[in-house]
């Protein structure tokens, strides 16, 4: 047989085999069921990344794999803390301040130090965000808030925090007057849109994180404008505020946008509601050398600490009603 009838031959031999072998294979394994089983496979990226066939190391034993175990964790059980879990370093006539009306209080300037320290454990820390924003004056405040009616959570807490139009309602006390600092407080719609809303209805749900933007029309300093940015932990809410513009006395800016931080923690404790608030802001030397405006932050800051105590209660109040009917 000559080369060329060998080689037609040889030829025709390959292709009958690769054609009886290519009928084979489609009956065993149907085309579509081995894109179903491929389809299937790739649902989870994470198991088909972890390619068992490798080529490195493949045998029949490779073929058969256990499936990877499904752990379910139960979630720990987080208790409610008591007062000396969050702050032990306090002394006996401080805690006393920390359980009036009034509350304890602390300021002091870049060169100072924070009397007012969250036990390391506690998860607490608002002084490293406060620090961040290099402020020349800080201003600590504390005070528990007794529950009296019911214990409230963190969602009654939201709620009692969402009636921005009632922070202008209350007044601090001054040489036997009483001074409503602010005219008016009202929300908007975002820090570029500053058209005034509404306070929203009280939530079902509790948010993981919310972002507001407030107007104060201050008697002082004009018309301040806040951005609160609330989150959940653990434990508690942090109400983290800072101005979005720059604050001015007349027309003179007394503090640059971004150099006000306010931050509120508040958590349901056994003994009522912790309220640990810390403020810094910025003044530059000439202003902070020619006016001592701690006093007036201060202020402010009884202010806003009304504010919460009396919408606390209030919320106290509510709940308790409308489980009871």
């Not at 389809?39 to 989870?44: A, G, R």
């Not at 506690?122 to 007794?146: F, I, N, T, W, Y």
């Not at 058209?195 to 018309?223: C, E, K, N, Q």
Request: hydrophobic share 40%.
């Amino acid at each position: 047989m000559s080369k060329t009838g060998r080689s037609a031959g040889l030829g025709f031999i390959l292709i009958f085999t690769l054609f009886f072998t290519h009928s084979l294979f489609a009956e065993t394994f149907p085309i579509d069921e081995q894109f179903e089983e491929e389809e299937l496979f790739l649902v989870d990226e994470s198991i088909a990344a972890l390619d068992p066939f490798s080529d490195d190391d493949f045998d029949d034993d490779s073929l058969y794999f256990e499936a990877i175990p499904i752990i379910i964790e139960a979630a720990p059980f987080i208790g409610i803390r008591s007062f000396e879990d969050v702050f032990s370093n306090l002394s006996e006539d401080q805690k006393e301040y920390v359980f009036s009306d009034s509350g304890l209080r602390y300021s002091f300037e870049r060169a100072g130090t924070p009397m007012i320290v969250p036990q390391p454990t506690s998860g607490v820390d608002l002084l490293s965000s406060v620090m961040a924003k290099r402020p020349s004056h800080v201003v600590e405040a504390l005070v528990v808030v007794p529950c009296e009616e019911r214990e409230l959570d963190l969602l009654d807490i939201y709620n009692a925090l969402g009636k921005i139009e009632n922070i202008k309602d209350h007044s601090i006390s001054l040489q036997g007057r009483d001074i409503h600092i602010f005219a008016e407080t009202t929300r908007l719609e975002s820090a570029r849109n500053r058209t005034a809303i509404s306070d929203p209805l009280p939530a079902d749900i509790l948010p993981y994180s919310d972002t507001m933007y407030i107007r104060f029309t201050d008697a002082f300093f004009g018309d301040l404008f806040i951005r609160g940015d609330v989150s959940v932990s653990l434990y508690g809410i942090t109400y983290n505020m800072t101005n979005f513009r720059d604050v001015r006395y007349s027309f003179i800016p007394i503090m640059r946008s971004e150099r006000v931080s306010i931050i509120i923690y508040l958590e349901p404790i056994k003994e009522g509601i912790l309220v640990y608030s810390m403020s810094g802001f910025y003044l530059p030397g000439l202003i902070a050398n020619s006016a001592n405006l701690t006093p007036s932050i201060n202020r402010r800051i009884t202010v806003l600490l009304s504010w919460i105590t009396y919408g606390l209660k209030q919320q106290e109040i509510l709940t308790a009603l409308s489980e009871n009917n």
